[in-house]
Each structure stands twice: as structure tokens, then as C-alpha cells.
């Protein structure tokens, strides 16, 4: 089993920036890839940013060069780092996990861009 826990939650003004980050348990996290997904109201979850276990990424084209994700296996920690944040971002993400395991997800947190 695998947890994962979200944090950073915030609003924060178009062109601003926020740092998102998940907490994951379990000594197996080296091993999976990582992701960021979110969901805005009334439309699907979509990807946002994934990360393998080598620190290969990619990005969903909305947020190429704004958005950038990151992971410190040491501290067994995702980060997505969201700069020039537009109102569609805004959205609740959740953090992702794909191991031998299976697939987990976090419970997710809000962020919000408005003026």
C-alpha cells in the first residue's frame, strides 16, 4: 500500500505561482512513477505532469513551460512547481503513483487562480 498526501493548497492571483508537494510512503517510491493530475469542476481528470523513476517528464501541452515537476527520493517527496498560473488552471490536483504495487492516488488539493 501506498500513501500519498498533498499539500500547498492555495489561491493565488493570475501570473502568480505555487508550489505543490506530496508526501508518499513506502520504501518502494524510488521505484514508481510519479504524477500530477487534477480535475476542474464539471470536466475530467486529466494529466497534468508525470515523472518516472529516472526523472524522465512530461507535460500536458496547457502547461508546457510553466509548470515543471520535480521528485527527492531521499525525501520521498513530488513537487510541481506552477508559474504564470491562469484562472483554467484552477483545479483540485491530486498526486499519483504507478508501482508493481498497483495505482494510487491522493485525496487531493485545491488551487485556486482569481483576481
Known amino acids: 500500500q501506498v500513501q500519498l498526501v498533498e499539500s500547498g493548497e492555495g489561491l493565488v492571483q493570475p501570473g502568480g505561482s505555487l508550489t505543490l508537494s506530496c508526501a508518499a510512503s513506502?520504501?518502494?517510491?524510488?521505484?514508481?512513477?510519479m504524477a500530477w493530475y487534477r480535475q476542474a469542476p464539471g470536466k475530467q481528470r486529466e494529466l497534468v505532469a508525470r515523472i518516472s523513476s529516472t526523472g524522465s517528464t512530461t507535460y500536458a501541452e496547457s502547461v508546457k513551460g510553466r509548470f515543471t515537476i520535480s521528485r527527492d527520493n531521499a525525501k520521498i517527496t513530488v513537487y510541481l512547481q506552477m508559474n504564470s498560473l491562469k484562472p483554467e488552471d484552477t483545479a483540485v490536483y491530486y498526486c499519483?503513483?504507478?508501482?508493481?504495487?498497483?495505482?494510487?492516488w491522493g485525496k487531493g488539493t485545491r488551487v485556486t487562480v482569481s483576481s
Open positions: 513506502g520504501s518502494i517510491f524510488y521505484s514508481s512513477v
Open positions: 499519483y503513483a504507478d508501482n508493481f504495487m498497483g495505482r494510487f
